[in-house]
């Protein structure tokens, strides 16, 4: 899949309709486009998020959020990507338009694909999303709704920070520490690899399954299944209730801070203690040490999902035990089955060996030979094979998985739970009395001036920030009520399933619950296959990617791809064998890391799409730099955009080693603060033109 052409009309600086023709040219596949800062680069790559996943492109990235939450709210946001010359001229439309070609939707032969969101700032409540398959309406797009369209065979939006990115921001995939944060990435991970959608279709057919079963219930089983599938809904309605109720808070709640944030900075100007630059950057530290605290509080909560285990110390090693001792068991009563089995053959053999006439042999001679022969296989052969006990008891039966995940946490207690928690107490303290001393900073420099405008102003200022709290407690609330009701589901739902286990299958259904008990046994080996392979082959990639990268080559001799259950986690080893702490990269290092993984992630998906990358050479030295234009851009995808800022982000001599691979140039260009306009250049003659035009602007 590649984009062909991109068109964007009144969306924020750029006015009237601007068209941009990606089109590949000779098989080379990179598309610079640059200008200078507050020109659009930024607003260019959130025009593309924004026409693909509307008021969802926050779910997209941490970056999307933030400038929504500025704005003060998605309303806000989208009511101000209104070109401030087209509203002048009461042109209130504006529209962001994609044409992809290349496009493989199964069943439906198509040689291009143009998705369109417009907006009208004054009489708009939602966008309009228009999907047209070579000129004409969708049936599809229509059928299922163009959201979900876009979704299932555009670009799911779990995956696709993998494809529109800021390169200095995606350190943070460096940065995953809670297990909230990693089981997102997981999902992520799941979703680019593949693995999600083999995962889906068994739960598919143990859906399919259990309703066949169901068919076959008596009345009493019957209502008990109604009961509980009604109570399942409820949970799931509830669940969704909660959600948009939260979506709606954050929402308001990012109003209610810009409108504190205006209202403080108002109250600064006016007792001119601080600058507005330095009011900014306060503003900043403080963001940045919310978020901190907000990811060690989600740490704290983990932990104490932890805690029950720990204090129950000697009851989980005992569970630990026995599942030990049921491995044990299976593997001695295997190998009790080929002693056995050996022994059977040997005597069966023996007794059809010919006999002299004369030897008689009696029964307890026989028993004996027998008996002796069982205990020499067993000394011989099987020497290692324990002795069964007789009264033990298979009571758990846990799969590997599920011991692999009781494993994983039994060790987590043992090794490093204690350390962690005292560590992760320590930083979120000291964290708390940062933020502290940081408002503290902010509040002192508010006015104290008692005009009666001050007055009202400290007043209102008062009121937003007790309903921002009181907008916090609220979505807590929800949140734990979330966690209650997913709890209910599962319990739920696993008593579906024990009900559903436990129904006769009609004969008539007989032979398909057959075929599909075959179908997901042959799936689920095919999936624990399939992770396997994707393990291996992601791992491989990752450490080509580091060793091409990094400079300090062998710093990264090893790479582990850890997937317990459906957490995905990827480890960094050192020769020693002992694991690189990714935080303790510096960011350039980290971003090398993050773009091996985004390289190996691209390169191991089915995913053919275009890659978007701004600032595209952030914190990379020389040598970094270099290794980037070299092997990175020329290789992710078959079609590359990037965003450089020129001489900074990408030198002459990057866009020289580049030049083999650019397709088209494009210069943003900046007429007045209301408009901008892309400019096709010839590649050859890009850098000087861009040095022409600003070398000597201030």
Same mark, same amino acid.
């Given at each position: 899949?590649?984009?062909?052409?991109?068109?964007?009309?009144?969306?924020?600086?750029?006015?009237?309709?601007?068209?941009?023709?990606?089109?590949?040219?000779?098989?080379?596949?990179?598309?610079?486009?640059?200008?200078?800062?507050?020109?659009?680069?930024?607003?260019?790559?959130?025009?593309?998020?924004?026409?693909?996943?509307?008021?969802?492109?926050?779910?997209?990235?941490?970056?999307?959020?933030?400038?929504?939450?500025?704005?003060?709210?998605?309303?806000?946001?989208?009511?101000?990507?209104?070109?401030?010359?087209?509203?002048?001229?009461?042109?209130?439309?504006?529209?962001?338009?994609?044409?992809?070609?290349?496009?493989?939707?199964?069943?439906?032969?198509? /040689? +291009?694909? *143009?998705?369109?969101?417009?907006?009208?700032? %004054?009489?708009? !409540?939602?966008?309009? &999303? =228009?999907? #047209?398959?070579?000129?004409?309406?969708?049936?599809?797009?229509?059928?299922?709704?163009?959201?979900?369209?876009?979704?299932?065979?555009?670009?799911?939006?779990?995956?696709?920070?993998?494809?529109?990115?800021?390169?200095?921001?995606?350190?943070?995939?460096?940065?995953?520490?809670?297990?909230?944060?990693?089981?997102?990435?997981?999902?992520?991970?799941?979703?680019?690899?593949?693995?999600?959608?083999?995962?889906?279709?068994?739960?598919?057919?143990?859906?399919?399954?259990?309703?066949?079963?169901?068919?076959?219930?008596?009345?009493?089983?019957?209502?008990?299944?109604?009961?509980?599938?009604?109570?399942?809904?409820?949970?799931?309605?509830?669940?969704?209730?909660?959600?948009?109720?939260?979506?709606?808070?954050?929402?308001?709640?990012?109003?209610?801070? /810009? +409108?504190? *944030?205006?209202?403080?900075?108002?109250?600064? %100007?006016?007792? !001119?203690?601080?600058? &507005? =630059?330095? #009011?900014?950057?306060?503003?900043?530290?403080?963001?940045?040490?919310?978020?901190?605290?907000?990811?060690?509080?989600?740490?704290?909560?983990?932990?104490?999902?932890?805690?029950?285990?720990?204090?129950?110390?000697?009851?989980?090693?005992?569970?630990?035990?026995?599942?030990?001792?049921?491995?044990?068991?299976?593997?001695?009563?295997?190998?009790?089955?080929?002693?056995?089995?050996?022994?059977?053959?040997?005597?069966?053999?023996?007794?059809?060996?010919?006999?002299?006439?004369?030897?008689?042999?009696?029964?307890?001679?026989?028993?004996?030979?027998?008996?002796?022969?069982?205990?020499?296989?067993?000394?011989?052969?099987?020497?290692?094979?324990?002795?069964?006990?007789?009264?033990?008891?298979?009571?758990?039966?846990?799969?590997?998985?599920?011991?692999?995940?009781?494993?994983?946490?039994?060790?987590?207690?043992?090794?490093?739970?204690?350390?962690?928690?005292?560590?992760?107490?320590?930083?979120?303290?000291?964290?708390?009395?940062?933020?502290?001393?940081?408002?503290?900073?902010?509040?002192?420099?508010?006015?104290?001036?008692?005009?009666?405008?001050?007055?009202?102003?400290?007043?209102?200022?008062?009121?937003?920030?007790?309903?921002?709290?009181?907008?916090?407690?609220?979505?807590?609330?929800?949140?734990?009520?979330?966690?209650?009701?997913?709890?209910?589901?599962?319990?739920?739902?696993?008593?579906?399933?024990?009900?559903?286990?436990?129904?006769?299958?009609?004969?008539?259904?007989?032979?398909?619950?057959?075929?599909?008990?075959?179908?997901?046994?042959?799936?689920?080996?095919?999936?624990?296959?399939?992770?396997?392979?994707?393990?291996?082959?992601?791992?491989?990639?990752?450490?080509?990617?580091?060793?091409?990268?990094?400079?300090?080559?062998?710093?990264?001799?090893?790479?582990?791809?850890?997937?317990?259950?459906?957490?995905?986690?990827?480890?960094?080893?050192?020769?020693?064998?002992?694991?690189?702490?990714?935080?303790?990269?510096?960011?350039?290092?980290?971003?090398?890391?993050?773009?091996?993984?985004?390289?190996?992630?691209?390169?191991?998906?089915?995913?053919?799409?275009?890659?978007?990358?701004?600032?595209?050479?952030?914190?990379?030295?020389?040598?970094?730099?270099?290794?980037?234009?070299?092997?990175?851009?020329?290789?992710?995808?078959?079609?590359?955009?990037?965003?450089?800022?020129?001489?900074?982000?990408?030198?002459?001599?990057?866009?020289?080693?580049?030049?083999?691979?650019?397709?088209?140039?494009?210069?943003?260009?900046?007429?007045?603060?209301?408009?901008?306009?892309?400019?096709?250049?010839?590649?050859?003659?890009?850098?000087?033109?861009?040095?022409?035009?600003?070398?000597?602007?201030?």
């Amino acid at each position: 899949m590649t984009i062909k052409e991109i068109e964007l009309n009144n969306f924020r600086i750029y006015k009237g309709s601007n068209l941009i023709d990606l089109s590949n040219i000779d098989d080379k596949n990179i598309f610079v486009v640059s200008g200078r800062n507050g020109f659009g680069k930024t607003t260019f790559l959130m025009s593309l998020v924004w026409c693909l996943y509307g008021r969802q492109m926050q779910d997209v990235d941490d970056i999307y959020k933030k400038e929504i939450d500025d704005q003060g709210g998605y309303g806000k946001y989208i009511g101000n990507s209104l070109n401030r010359l087209a509203k002048s001229e009461d042109d209130y439309n504006f529209h962001v338009s994609i044409t992809f070609t290349n496009v493989n939707i199964p069943e439906v032969p198509c /040689k +291009e694909i *143009r998705i369109k969101r417009s907006y009208n700032a %004054k009489t708009s !409540s939602s966008e309009d &999303v =228009e999907v #047209l398959i070579d000129g004409y309406p969708s049936e599809i797009a229509k059928e299922v709704g163009p959201e979900i369209f876009i979704r299932e065979f555009i670009m799911p939006i779990e995956i696709a920070k993998f494809f529109f990115f800021d390169a200095e921001k995606i350190v943070s995939l460096a940065e995953v520490n809670t297990p909230e944060q990693k089981r997102k990435l997981s999902k992520a991970y799941s979703e680019v690899l593949g693995i999600k959608k083999y995962e889906d279709l068994k739960g598919e057919l143990e859906g399919l399954q259990l309703k066949l079963r169901q068919d076959t219930a008596s009345a009493t089983e019957k209502s008990q299944l109604r009961i509980l599938e009604a109570e399942h809904q409820n949970c799931d309605d509830k669940i969704k209730d909660n959600e948009t109720k939260i979506a709606e808070l954050r929402e308001k709640r990012s109003e209610k801070n /810009k +409108e504190s *944030r205006d209202i403080q900075e108002k109250l600064i %100007k006016s007792g !001119s203690l601080i600058t &507005v =630059e330095e #009011l900014h950057e306060l503003r900043n530290q403080e963001e940045e040490l919310t978020k901190r605290q907000n990811e060690l509080q989600n740490q704290l909560k983990e932990s104490y999902d932890i805690i029950p285990f720990a204090i129950a110390g000697e009851k989980f090693l005992e569970v630990n035990d026995q599942l030990e001792n049921e491995t044990n068991f299976k593997a001695a009563k295997f190998k009790d089955e080929n002693v056995k089995g050996v022994t059977n053959k040997i005597l069966t053999d023996l007794t059809k060996e010919p006999k002299p006439e004369d030897l008689v042999i009696d029964y307890k001679v026989e028993r004996y030979f027998a008996d002796a022969f069982e205990k020499l296989i067993r000394k011989h052969f099987f020497s290692d094979t324990p002795d069964l006990p007789t009264d033990f008891k298979m009571l758990l039966e846990f799969s590997d998985s599920e011991k692999n995940e009781l494993q994983a946490l039994l060790n987590n207690i043992k090794y490093s739970f204690k350390e962690s928690f005292k560590r992760i107490t320590s930083e979120y303290n000291q964290t708390r009395n940062d933020l502290n001393s940081i408002r503290k900073k902010i509040r002192d420099a508010e006015t104290n001036q008692e005009s009666p405008m001050i007055t009202e102003f400290r007043n209102q200022k008062e009121l937003l920030d007790k309903e921002i709290i009181g907008i916090d407690a609220t979505i807590d609330s929800l949140n734990r009520e979330i966690g209650e009701f997913i709890n209910e589901r599962t319990q739920k739902g696993k008593r579906i399933e024990e009900l559903s286990k436990k129904l006769n299958v009609s004969e008539k259904n007989k032979a398909k619950d057959e075929l599909i008990t075959r179908n997901i046994g042959q799936l689920k080996d095919f999936i624990e296959k399939f992770k396997s392979k994707k393990k291996e082959s992601l791992e491989k990639q990752i450490l080509e990617g580091l060793e091409t990268l990094l400079h300090k080559k062998g710093f990264v001799k090893k790479v582990e791809v850890e997937i317990i259950g459906d957490t995905i986690d990827i480890v960094l080893k050192n020769v020693r064998g002992e694991e690189i702490k990714k935080e303790s990269l510096s960011k350039g290092e980290q971003q090398m890391y993050a773009t091996a993984l985004l390289r190996a992630l691209v390169e191991e998906s089915d995913i053919q799409f275009p890659v978007f990358i701004d600032s595209p050479m952030q914190k990379f030295d020389e040598q970094h730099a270099e290794n980037i234009v070299k092997y990175f851009y020329p290789n992710i995808s078959d079609q590359v955009v990037i965003f450089p800022l020129i001489n900074k982000e990408l030198t002459e001599k990057e866009y020289n080693i580049l030049s083999n691979n650019i397709a088209k140039t494009f210069l943003i260009n900046n007429i007045h603060e209301d408009k901008s306009e892309f400019l096709p250049l010839e590649p050859k003659d890009f850098i000087s033109t861009y040095n022409k035009m600003y070398n000597n602007a201030n």
